[in-house]
C-alpha cells in the first residue's frame, strides 16, 4: 500500500516564502508531483521529481529525497492568489501500468 | 488544442439512482484515469482505461464501473448511489499507460460535481 502525509492547513504572509512537505511510503517509485488546487477547480500541475535534489520553476520549487521519503514544495514571493490547496501525489507502479495516489492536500491562506 | 472535458459540470440524485459521467481525453491521449475527490480530501484513483480495458483498479465497490470507447473517450458509472458518492469527480487523460509517469503528461478535466440527496 501507499501512504503520503502533508499537513492540513498552513497560513503565510504574501511575499513572503513557505515551505509545505510532504512524506510518503510507497513500493514501486516512479516518481512525485505536486499539483496546485483552487476550491472547486481542477488541480493543475505544478512540478514533477523524480531524482533526487531540487527543480526549479519560476517562484516555485520542489525537492525530493528518495532515501527519506520527503519532498517538499517551496513558494517563494506568495502573492493572494497562491491561497490554494497544494496536492502531493506519488506515481508507483504495478502489473505493467501506473498509478497515481495523491495525499489529502494542503490548504494554504495567504494573508496581506 | 481541445483540452479534457467531461459532461456534466453539475449533476444532482438522489440516494438508489444510478448516474454516468462522461470524459474526453486530450487530443493525442489514449488513457483515461477516473478520480473522487471528496470535500477537503485529495483524489482518490478508481480505475484507468487504456485500449477499452480497466488496467487499474483502486479501492472502489463493484458500484462503480466503466467504459472506454474507440475514440478513447470514457464513461464513469455508478450504480446505488450513496450519500458518501457526493464529491466531485476528476478525469485525466494521459498517453499509454507508461505515459503518466512522465512530468506534465496527466491532465485532469474541469470535474462533475456530484450530489446524492
Known amino acids: 500500500g501507499q501512504n503520503i502525509d502533508q499537513p492540513t492547513e498552513m497560513t503565510a504572509t504574501e511575499g513572503a516564502i513557505v515551505q509545505i512537505n510532504c512524506t510518503y511510503q510507497?513500493?514501486?517509485?516512479?516518481?512525485l508531483f505536486w499539483y496546485q488546487q483552487h476550491a472547486g477547480e481542477a488541480p493543475t500541475f505544478l512540478s514533477y521529481?523524480?531524482?533526487?535534489g531540487l527543480e526549479e520553476k519560476g517562484r516555485f520549487s520542489s525537492f525530493l529525497s528518495r532515501s527519506k521519503g520527503y519532498s517538499y514544495l517551496l513558494l517563494k514571493e506568495l502573492q493572494m492568489k497562491d491561497s490554494a490547496s497544494y496536492l502531493c501525489?506519488?506515481?508507483?507502479?504495478?502489473?505493467?501500468?501506473?498509478?497515481?495516489?495523491f495525499g489529502k492536500g494542503t490548504k494554504l491562506s495567504v494573508i496581506p | 488544442d481541445a483540452g479534457v472535458t467531461q459532461s456534466p459540470t453539475h449533476l444532482i440524485k438522489t440516494r438508489g439512482q444510478q448516474v454516468t459521467l462522461r470524459c474526453s481525453p486530450k487530443?493525442?491521449?489514449?488513457?483515461v484515469s477516473w478520480y473522487q475527490q471528496a470535500l477537503g480530501q485529495g483524489p482518490q484513483f478508481i480505475f484507468q482505461?487504456?485500449?477499452?480495458?480497466?488496467?487499474q483498479r483502486g479501492n472502489f465497490p463493484d458500484r462503480f464501473s466503466g467504459h472506454q470507447f474507440p475514440n478513447y473517450s470514457s464513461e464513469l458509472n455508478v450504480n446505488a448511489l450513496l450519500l458518501g458518492d457526493s464529491a466531485l469527480y476528476l478525469c485525466?487523460?494521459?498517453?499509454?499507460?507508461?505515459?503518466?509517469?512522465?512530468?506534465?503528461?496527466?491532465?485532469f478535466g474541469p470535474g462533475t460535481r456530484l450530489t446524492v440527496l
Open positions: 485525466a487523460s494521459s498517453l499509454g499507460l507508461a505515459g503518466v509517469r512522465s512530468q506534465d503528461t496527466q491532465y
Open positions: 510507497t513500493s514501486g517509485f516512479n516518481g
Open positions: 521529481n523524480v531524482l533526487d
Open positions: 501525489a506519488v506515481i508507483a507502479s504495478g502489473a505493467g501500468s501506473y498509478q497515481l495516489t
Open positions: 487530443s493525442g491521449h489514449d488513457t
Open positions: 482505461y487504456y485500449e477499452e480495458e480497466e488496467r
